[in-house]
């Protein structure tokens, strides 16, 4: 239970300290303190076991309640942030939206690129492509881009977007210069909905705005 909650602790940690320094003293904090409570109580249980034996409808519950914290450490960890679900579920009405938006402005034919590959490609009903590879398994399967955080370390552009020429790009991540360059270079111009393949014929023109210059 404690090595599970200590990976999940390190990936946050790397999140925060890669994306969000900011907010990585106040987060820590109470990542730390949720820690530090779990790994005291198992230290409290661990000597009574030794001195007399704990009832198993007691160590039971205990296990149980340990296996949840570690298996749901995300809720657990959103919950030590001072989150609440209505952050969670703003983005999930954000991504549905924006999804019914891309299915209105795209043809059937159309393939959309994603590093937010759930709900958004789901209610779009288009051909998706995941650019962090967690549905791909030519990126899954290749060599990290950045340093390690899960599922948002690997990348390939040149191949799911040189190579694949999806008509649509909503978003990017991890993105140099030069990778933008090669984007433009592939044939690519920004609009309000990321970047669209200015010779697509699977794109509604009419409806999709493009930013003033």
Sequence with gaps: MLPALGVGLLAEGIYYFEFKTKEL??????????FVVVAGVWVGILPMTRRRPI???????????????ALN?????????GKSEDDLIRADADAVRE?????EITSSNAKIAYIAAGAMPYFAGRQAVDLLGKSDAVIAKSKPAAAF?????????????????????????????????????????????????????????????????
Excluded: C
């Design 25 to 34: 003293p106040t987060n820590g904090v109470g990542l730390a303190l949720l």
């Design 55 to 69: 009832s198993p409808p007691i160590f039971a519950v205990t296990v149980m309640l340990s296996v949840g914290v």
């Design 73 to 81: 450490f995300f809720g657990v960890s959103m919950w030590a942030w």
């Design 99 to 103: 999804g019914l938006v891309l299915r």
């Design 149 to 213: 955080y899960p599922g948002h370390s690997k990348w390939n552009y040149g191949y799911s977007i040189g190579q694949l020429k999806p008509d649509l790009i909503t978003a990017l991540w991890g993105a140099t210069h030069a990778d933008k360059k090669n984007i433009n270079d592939w044939g690519y111009a920004a609009s309000e909905h990321g970047y669209y393949l200015k010779n697509s014929t699977n794109i509604n023109r009419a409806l999709l705005e493009t930013p003033a210059p």
